[in-house]
Each structure stands twice: as structure tokens, then as C-alpha cells.
């Protein structure tokens, strides 16, 4: 009755929902050729060739990628070496490092990021793969 209750240390997993999709390319994979995906996309590997995202694409710390990025909205805190398309906003995180062009409507670059190319904001923003391009 009063007795130690038992625990596991096994971590409960949250039910995913269909709004929570995302492609993950996890730190230490490698992946060559054009990736297109309809939900959030996450880098934290390497990356060689296009990626075009409908929704947000995510650099990470770790993770690099060797070509252009397309999407809504896009974040950076890994490397980055083409050119970056966001149709609403893009983020470079202070450990960012991105040598290429951005043309996005709102551009944010924290401190400490590193930015080598042209820097574009033209009302209405870039091109999204939700608007039709």
C-alpha cells in the first residue's frame, strides 16, 4: 500500500500529428541529389544539391548543405553554400555561415553570423513552392 511505486526510464513518446511532419537528415548522413519535400525539412547532415521546401527549411548547428534552398521560410545556424529563396522570411543564427545569395521580404542576421554574397528584400518576397513557382 505504501510501497515504492515503480519507474522505467523508457521516455514517452508525444502521438504524432499530421501537422508535426518533417524530413530529417540526421548529423552524420550524407545525402547527394534534389530534395523536395511538403513539410519542415531539417539539415543536420550533409547535404549536396537543391532543397525546396513548401514550408520551413532548417540548417542546423551541424548540418551543411552544398547547393540552393527554396522555401517559406528559412533558417540557418549550420553552413550553407548556394543560394537561399524564402517566399516570407529568413533567419541566420550567430553560427551561420552562408556564402550565396538571399532574397527573402524579411531577412534577420544575428550577430556573429557569417553572410558572403548579395542580400535582396523585394516587397512581396521571393519565390515559394506555395505560391506556384
Do not use: C
Amino acid at each position: 500500500m505504501f510501497g515504492k511505486a515503480e519507474t522505467t526510464n523508457t521516455p514517452v513518446q508525444p502521438e504524432p500529428r499530421q501537422n508535426d511532419s518533417r524530413t530529417v537528415l540526421g548529423v552524420g548522413a550524407r545525402f547527394v541529389g534534389n530534395l523536395t519535400a511538403e513539410e519542415e525539412v531539417v539539415v543536420a547532415g550533409r547535404l549536396e544539391g537543391k532543397v525546396e521546401g513548401s514550408k520551413r527549411v532548417q540548417v542546423a548547428a551541424e548540418g551543411e548543405v552544398e547547393g540552393d534552398i527554396e522555401a517559406l521560410s528559412v533558417y540557418i545556424a549550420g553552413r550553407v553554400h548556394g543560394q537561399i529563396l524564402a517566399g516570407e522570411r529568413t533567419e541566420l543564427s550567430a553560427t551561420a555561415v552562408v556564402e550565396g545569395g538571399i532574397e527573402s521580404p524579411k531577412i534577420v542576421i544575428a550577430e556573429g553570423a557569417k553572410l558572403t554574397g548579395s542580400v535582396g528584400m523585394a516587397p512581396g518576397g521571393g519565390k515559394s513552392r506555395t505560391e506556384g513557382t
